[in-house]
C-alpha cells in the first residue's frame, strides 16, 4: 500500500531563512509527486508536481522540489522564505486512481 | 473557469442528525474525489467517482457515509447518523482524464462539527 511520511510536524523560521520539508514514500510502482500548500484560511492549492523527466521540479512562489527515486524522497525546497509562506504543507503521491496525503508540515515565518 | 464549490462551509449538527454535504465540481471534469481531514490528522481518502459511478470507495469509513453523483455532475455525501469523531473537514476535488488528471483541484471544504 501507498504511504507518506514527512519528517517535522512543525517549522519555525524566520524570515529569508532557508527552508527544506522532507517527504518520503512508499509505493513500488511508477508514481507521481506533489506538494500542496494550505494558506491560512483558504483551500488547497497545487503547489507543484512531478511526473516524468527533470527530477528537479519548480513550482509557484519560488518553491522547487527534486525527486530521488534511490531515496523514495521528494522533498521541497526553498532558498528564502517570506512571512507570506506561513501555512500548512502537504505532500502527497499517486500510484493508481487516487491521490495519497502525508500528515502535513506547519510552517511559520516569524518576520 | 469556477473552481470548485462546496457547501454549506459550515456545518454544526448533534450527534445522531444527518447531514448532507454538497460538492459541485469544475464543469466537465468526469473525476470527482471525497477526502476528509479530522483534526490534526492527515487528509484521508473517501472515495472517487468517475462520472456517476463510483471507481473506488475503499476510504469510506462505515455504512453511515453514503455518496451520490447522479447524473455525473455535483455530488452529495451524507452522513447519517452522525456521531461525534466524524468531525472534520471534508474537502472535494475534481480532475479531467486527461493530460492533466493528476492535478486535482479543491474545494475550499466544508467543516463539519458533531457536538
Known amino acids: 500500500a501507498q504511504s507518506v511520511s514527512q519528517h517535522n510536524h512543525h517549522v519555525i523560521l524566520s524570515e529569508a531563512a532557508s527552508l527544506e520539508l522532507g517527504c518520503n514514500y512508499s509505493?513500488?510502482?511508477?508514481?507521481?509527486l506533489f506538494w500542496y500548500v494550505q494558506y491560512p484560511g483558504q483551500h488547497l492549492q497545487l503547489l507543484l508536481k512531478?511526473?516524468?523527466?527533470?527530477?528537479l521540479v519548480k513550482g509557484i512562489k519560488g518553491f522547487e522540489a527534486e525527486f530521488i527515486k534511490s531515496k523514495f524522497s521528494f522533498n521541497l525546497r526553498k532558498p528564502s522564505v517570506q512571512w507570506s509562506d506561513t501555512a500548512e504543507y502537504f505532500c502527497a503521491v499517486n500510484g493508481g486512481d487516487k491521490v495519497i496525503f502525508g500528515p502535513g508540515t506547519s510552517l511559520s515565518v516569524i518576520p | 473557469e469556477a473552481g470548485v464549490t462546496q457547501f454549506p462551509s459550515h456545518s454544526v449538527i448533534e450527534k445522531g442528525q444527518t447531514v448532507t454535504l454538497r460538492c459541485d465540481p469544475i464543469?466537465?471534469?468526469?473525476?470527482l474525489y471525497w477526502y476528509r481531514r479530522v483534526m490534526g490528522k492527515e487528509i484521508k481518502f473517501l472515495l472517487h467517482f468517475v462520472k456517476e459511478s463510483k471507481q473506488d470507495e475503499s476510504g469510506m469509513p462505515n455504512n453511515r457515509f453514503l455518496a451520490e453523483r447522479t447524473g455525473g455532475t455535483y455530488s452529495t455525501l451524507k452522513v447519517q447518523p452522525a456521531e461525534l469523531e466524524d468531525s472534520g473537514v471534508y474537502f472535494c476535488?475534481?480532475?479531467?482524464?486527461?493530460?492533466?488528471?493528476?492535478?486535482?483541484?479543491f474545494g475550499s471544504g466544508t467543516r463539519l462539527t458533531v457536538v
Open positions: 509505493y513500488g510502482g511508477t508514481v507521481n
Open positions: 512531478y511526473f516524468s523527466g527533470d527530477p
Open positions: 476535488a475534481s480532475s479531467q482524464t486527461g493530460t492533466d488528471y493528476y492535478g486535482y483541484t
Open positions: 464543469s466537465g471534469h468526469d473525476n
